[in-house]
């Protein structure tokens, strides 16, 4: 029975997200703080312009991880990602990690079948179905394959719904509800696999929360939203 709620509940949230890019005609601002362990480390911020049909979504990121006050890991980052109507059409970014450099550079072919992309993971084609795995979409809970949006490389996933929740940020109350995003293949080494707990607003159509285990626990929280 609960299998059956569970498929009758992504069936409906799938279909509910295929006028997608809609969802996002109020908003041109999503902010989020991340913290580790508690303590704030940095911000990904999301910012949405639009002209006709085409909607721009620009990304920054940066964040450092300090151990007796000297760094051991920092990113600084930034993204844009175009889509056309709800088809995304190219998606470039440029990443300092540690002093070493990744970027992404994607297009849709000219015959709106694939996309070609340029990554330093990965170089080739994929599907035009694939996504950008932003927090700010929420087609990232419907998907089964992501691209990395820092090298490019394509990531096969398993999306789980837990179920409705309460959670509490910045002292206000939010009824979300709870998914797991999981690596299809979970013998990959951990450092590249997925492994993140997520909280959904539908109400809103915004991602609230991310958290994760890496190098300590880690949480992306929704700060602002305009």
Known sequence: MNKIIVILYLFLFSSSSLAHMAHYN????????????????GYNHYFLSRKGD??????????????LGAIIFKVEGYGEEK???????????????????KFV???????????????????????????????WNHKILTAEHQISPISGSIKDQIVTFIGKDKINLYGKDFDVD????????????????????????????VILKVSYSRMGNWEYRLKNLE
């Open 26 to 41: 109020k908003y041109n601002k999503i902010e989020m703080e991340i913290f580790r362990n508690g303590e704030l480390i």
């Open 54 to 67: 085409e909607t721009t979504v620009t990304n920054q990121i940066k964040f450092s991880v300090k151990i």
């Open 83 to 101: 889509y056309l109507k709800d088809q995304l059409i190219s998606y470039k970014s440029k990443t300092i990690q540690n002093d070493k450099e």
């Open 105 to 135: 550079n994607l297009k849709l072919e000219s015959n709106n079948n694939e996309f070609t992309i340029q990554g330093s993971s990965y170089n080739g084609k994929t599907s035009k179905n694939n996504i950008i795995g932003n927090w």
């Open 178 to 205: 709870h998914f797991t995003l999981k690596s299809k293949d979970m013998s990959l080494p951990k450092d590249k696999r997925l492994n993140f707990n997520i909280w959904y607003d539908q109400k809103k159509s």
